[in-house]
T-cell receptor, first 113, second 110 residues
Framework: EAQVTQNPRYLITVTGKKLTVTCSQNMNHEYMSWYRQDPGLGLRQIYYSMNVEVTDKGDVPEGYKVSRKEKRNFPLILESPSPNQTSLYFC????????????FGAGSRLTVL | SQQGEEDPQALSIQEGENATMNCSYKTSINNLQWYRQNSGRGLVHLILIRSNEREKHSGRLRVTLDTSKKSSSLLITASRAADTASYFCAPYTGGFKTIFGAGTRLFVKA
């Protein structure tokens, strides 16, 4: 089944403890992206990647890192999480070079205490 | 990239009724897409309408696009309880960024 898989789906952690949210797609998509969703703010783009080793900042990149070493994987790294990063995170991919016709993962709910 | 703004923010209807949601945007687009999000889940792509199209159908969904008014509408006919979700429009200008608005929350009462 064609899909975007995120892990973990739920995570409670403490301030400053590094964590990684993995994202993998099995559709050979070029484009991948991370979003966070907060009540009343819609979805905000964190980082995106147009291809392997090519990444760029979205609208809210502070406090996050990403890497794209392989086409299928696009992990989101929080080096030193803070409570304001408590959010619902989504990974998405597109068969095109841009942010068009996105396939989303099921989401990762992160709580930072 | 640009953000679409959905209206109304929330909509409550009875099962069997039609639901209409609107989207406005600011600049020229390549296409406009609609997505659905069930509570706490990932967005699901519903339909794409190109800038040279005026209307498109998919099952119980009907989307219109008026580029002169920079607006689009999504009509769900004969709504069902399972249609309860948030709906987002995404105007696409060909870039690498997609900006989603706060969406329209639709509640269909059984």
């Amino acid at each position: 089944e064609a899909q975007v898989t995120q892990n973990p789906r739920y995570l409670i952690t403490v301030t400053g403890k590094k964590l990684t949210v993995t994202c993998s797609q099995n559709m050979n998509h070029e484009y991948m992206s991370w979003y966070r969703q907060d009540p009343g703010l819609g979805l905000r783009q964190i980082y995106y990647s147009m291809n392997v080793e090519v990444t760029d900042k979205g609208d809210v990149p502070e406090g996050y890192k990403v890497s794209r070493k392989e086409k299928r994987n696009f992990p989101l790294i929080l080096e030193s999480p803070s409570p304001n990063q408590t959010s619902l995170y989504f990974c998405a991919s597109s068969p095109e070079l841009g942010a068009n016709v996105l396939t989303f993962g099921a989401g990762s709910r992160l709580t930072v205490l | 990239s640009q953000q679409g703004e959905e209206d109304p923010q929330a909509l409550s209807i009875q099962e069997g009724e039609n639901a209409t949601m609107n989207c406005s945007y600011k600049t020229s687009i390549n296409n406009l897409q609609w997505y659905r999000q069930n509570s706490g889940r990932g967005l699901v792509h519903l339909i794409l309408i190109r800038s040279n199209e005026r209307e498109k159908h998919s099952g119980r969904l009907r989307v219109t696009l008026d580029t002169s008014k920079k607006s689009s509408s999504l009509l769900i006919t004969a709504s069902r309880a399972a249609d309860t979700a948030s709906y987002f429009c995404a105007p696409y200008t060909g870039g690498f960024k997609t900006i989603f608005g706060a969406g329209t929350r639709l509640f269909v009462k059984a």
